[in-house]
C-alpha cells in the first residue's frame, strides 16, 4: 500500500517485488465518523482506498453515516476491478448527495494542486446548496 497501490501478497513475508510486507492496522472509518463528528461539523472526507469502496460506500448509506460528510474527494476504483457492469460510481454518488453529500468529486479532481491557497473553495463549482458558514 505504501507504493501507492493494492496487490495480492504471497504467504511468504515478502511480496512479489521483493520488498517486506507488513500488516497495517485498519480503522473502521464509518464508526469513527459517527463517534467523531455531528452535523453541525463541517467534514471533508477524502477517500482513496483501493477498492474498499465496494466496502465502505454502502456502509456509509446504511448507517446514515454519508449525512455527515459536506465534501467527498474520492477515488472510485470499480471500473477497473471485477466486471463492467458492476461499476457502482455514479449510483453511489446519486445515493451519496440524496442522503447529504453536498459536493462529490471524483479523481482526477476539477481543480489543480496549485489552486490551492486560502481561498482555494471560490473555484469550485457552484452548489445550489449555501456554502458553510465558516466558508463564507
Known sequence: MLRGGSYEVAASSKTSFGADSFN??????????????????????KLDVEGAEADIVPALLS???????????????????????????LAWEEALRANGVRYIYRDPYPFKPHDFGPVWFESLPKSPLPLHPSLQ
Open 63 to 89: 448507517s446514515n453515516a454519508s449525512r455527515l460528510v459536506d465534501v467527498l474527494l474520492w477515488e472510485c476504483h470499480m471500473r477497473r476491478r471485477g466486471n463492467a457492469g458492476r461499476c457502482r460510481c
Open 24 to 45: 497495517v492496522s485498519q480503522v473502521d472509518l464509518v464508526g469513527w465518523l459517527i463517534s467523531s463528528f455531528s452535523v453541525a461539523d463541517f467534514v471533508v472526507l
